[in-house]
């Protein structure tokens, strides 16, 4: 089912609804851009049944949790909402209920969590041997992700010498990659909506000798045809906007483990870090 189209499998299944379900079929159908944004209060609400029926479908349809049933169409949703469309459900929202400032926190919270449980740990080790191993390595991140990109290197750069970020994707990007080969890394970070700068970096650098590893939230993300290995990782999709939580924390974890494994450069970056910070007193 974690592969098949959520509005599919409804479909194939209308022949075995109640007449109850099918009100409620009809209506995930019509209005799937906002149901995964919806409670199921909210469902029962707008067709005209009551809560449990709500979730007694959902368990119908194989999911044990509503939240589960909800996250099945936000997957399709990843891709398919424009900028407007989640303004518009983000201000629907807002009219219909009293949204909590602390929601997007127990959205987050609930993330981390399903990243406890579900940690890439294979790739999560190979990323961190490759990085210790390179002789450059580049953070590729362009638009939402561009950001994470500065961030990840920033970091990245205090236990491992020669690390880059690369937040655009115009031309002039790809004369960083002269003379870069085998012996170098590429990491492009890309979610929803995935910006094509970003595959394109990446499949350009995979095809010109690269080791090429991306982090992104499916397995089944563009960037992975892009790359030679894909770090998945769940995260927050909201309304207006999606939230990164999980991804700082699998920088903190790489960035603590190449410093780990990388001890003598480590130390090294963080003396003469410390001797360039008094000499022009970077701090207070």
Known sequence: MENQNIIQLIKEKRGEFSKQQLKIAAYLIESYKKVGFQTATQIARDVGVSQPTVIRFAQFMGFA?????????????????????????????SVDKKTSSLDIVAKEMQTLEQLSKSFPKKQFNTLVQQICASDRVFIVGTRGSASLAQYFSYFL???????????????????????????????????????????????????????TTGISDKIDSPLGQAVSLLLVIPITFSTLFDSYCSAFCLFGSVVTEVGRQNRDESEALARAFEALAGEIKIFK
């Open 65 to 93: 949790q509503y939240n589960l049933f909800v996250d099945a169409f936000r997957k399709i949703l990843n891709e398919e909402l424009t900028s407007t469309d989640r303004l518009n459900i983000s201000l629907k929202n």
């Open 157 to 211: 750069a205090k236990v491992k010498s020669n690390v880059l970020a690369i937040t655009d994707g115009a031309t002039d990007t790809y004369d960083q990659f002269i003379n870069s080969g085998k012996n170098d890394l590429v990491i492009p970070i890309a979610f929803p909506r995935y910006p094509r700068e970003t595959i394109e970096i990446a499949r350009f650098c995979r095809a010109n000798g690269m080791k």
